[in-house]
Structures are given as structure tokens and as C-alpha cells.
């Protein structure tokens, strides 16, 4: 099973060599191509999550805006619709209110921040898991320390074997990572090794995208998706895949 997250970078950089128009070919291309089963996207604007929609041909999209209104940034998460049925879905704010939309920590940046989560039917084995996705808030420590313990709370509740995709907004050896380590769910951090993913289009150097498995499952690989043609990238994150199985000797 390949799971991906992908920061798909917020479109705002119109009439650049980055905009989403000239990014477009090569994300489907790419996608397609893959085939990954399960995608956790992250900064998804409504006309972008519309796009993914109508693009990705054999998968299902779920979109849900972090605004008041569900409008602004989803965390959307795609599967293949062969594959999988979808059992439930849910989007959760990352606030003291989780069920009031637009809502957030007093101390974090102005903009919400969600966790989405799919239940997902095997068609082939009747196995079910559990997929959930988030983007931490990007300026403050502690909203991100408290946003990680309601979505680990979350995985807890949840008695199917679970996965997380998102990007963390936190580097190697901080707080957030040894809360997801200190959780007592034995997550392992699947993308470890795979060094950088956000690069700013050259000018940065830091991993902040990840994806953490269960006890239930063994990584067989994981890459980066480093395309690049005529200049233009993916995204100003490079995507992460992973390659799962299930793992008999848990």
C-alpha cells in the first residue's frame, strides 16, 4: 500500500514560474502515474480541491475548508476508489471548541488549523484503517504541541490501525515529535530517513512532512518525490511516499 502526503503549496504565486497553472500537468502526471493508494494533501484552497476533483481520475477526493464557512485551506485527503470504500469522514479543529468551524488556539497564528480523518474499507480484503491528516500551525509552539494532542487523543479513540500524514511545522528532536513518541500509540515515523522535504523552491532545507504508522504496519520504502521540469517542481514541498504492508508479527 503507498501512502503520500503532499503539501500541495497554497496558490498564491500567480504570474511566477511556481503558480498552481504551471504546476498542474506535473502534479496529475505525477499522481496518476503512481498510482499511490491514499494521499493526505495539505493547503488545498476550494477551486484547487475542485481541480484534484475533476484531475485525478479513479480517486476520490475529500475536502473540508478550515474557515467558519468551510471555506479556505482543506486537508484533503484522496484514495483510490477501487481499492477502498469510504466509511466515514470527519474534519476536527484543532481549538478548545473542535466542533465549532473556524475555531483555533488564542495562541496560535490567525489562521485555524484542522486534522481530517477517512475510514477506509479494503474492497479486496474487508480490512478497515484509519487516515488522518493535518497541517500545524506554522508560528507557535505550543498551538502545535496542543493541536498534536488532540489528533494523537483522536488515534486513540480509534480501533482501526491508524496513519498520519501532515506537515508538522516542527523540526528533529522537538517538542511535538516527543509527544507523538511519549504517546503510548508506538507510532513509528515512517519518513525519518528521507531527510528534506521543504525547500522553498531551493532556498530552504528542512523536513517538516511526515507520515507515522501504526504497530500494525512495516515500511518497506520511502522517497521523495523530487520531479522537476523546465524549473518548475511539484510543489515548494517535495512529497513524501511510502510503502506499507501489514504486518503479521505484530
Same mark, same amino acid.
Given at each position: 500500500m503507498k501512502v503520500v502526503t503532499f503539501n500541495i503549496r497554497r496558490d498564491c504565486d500567480g504570474g511566477t514560474l511556481h503558480s498552481f497553472e504551471n504546476r498542474k500537468p506535473l502534479i496529475r502526471e505525477k499522481i496518476l502515474s503512481e498510482q499511490a493508494d491514499i494521499i493526505g494533501f495539505q493547503e488545498v484552497l476550494p477551486h484547487v480541491g475542485n481541480w484534484l476533483e475533476e484531475a485525478l481520475d479513479g480517486y476520490c477526493v475529500l475536502n473540508c475548508g478550515r474557515g467558519a464557512g468551510f471555506d479556505d485551506e482543506s486537508e484533503s485527503i484522496a484514495f483510490l476508489k477501487e481499492k477502498y470504500r469510504l466509511l466515514k469522514y470527519d474534519t476536527f479543529w484543532l481549538s478548545p471548541t473542535e466542533d465549532i468551524p473556524g475555531s483555533r488556539y488564542e495562541d496560535q497564528s490567525e489562521f485555524p488549523r484542522v486534522c481530517s480523518m477517512a475510514v477506509l474499507q479494503q474492497k479486496g480484503t474487508g480490512m478497515c484503517l484509519a487516515v488522518f491528516n493535518t497541517h500545524l500551525d506554522h508560528e507557535s509552539e505550543s498551538a502545535r504541541r496542543k493541536g498534536i494532542l488532540k489528533?494523537?487523543?483522536?488515534?486513540?479513540?480509534c480501533p482501526f490501525p491508524a496513519i498520519l500524514t501532515g506537515?508538522?511545522?516542527?523540526?528533529? *528532536?522537538?517538542?511535538?515529535?516527543?509527544?507523538?513518541?511519549?504517546?503510548g500509540l508506538e507510532l513509528t515515523d515512517a519518513t525519518a530517513e528521507v531527510g528534506v522535504t521543504f525547500h522553498n523552491y531551493g532556498d530552504a532545507s528542512e523536513q517538516l512532512d511526515h507520515i507515522?504508522? *501504526?504497530?500494525?504496519w512495516a515500511c518497506i520504502s520511502a522517497q521523495k518525490w523530487v520531479d522537476c521540469q523546465d524549473g518548475i517542481y511539484l510543489s515548494d514541498h517535495y512529497p513524501v511516499c511510502v510503502e506499507l504492508k501489514f504486518n503479521t508479527e505484530q
Open positions: 489528533i494523537l487523543n483522536a488515534m486513540a479513540k506537515d508538522l511545522n516542527t523540526f528533529s *528532536g522537538s517538542k511535538v515529535e516527543r509527544l507523538i513518541a511519549l504517546s507515522y504508522v *501504526g504497530k500494525e
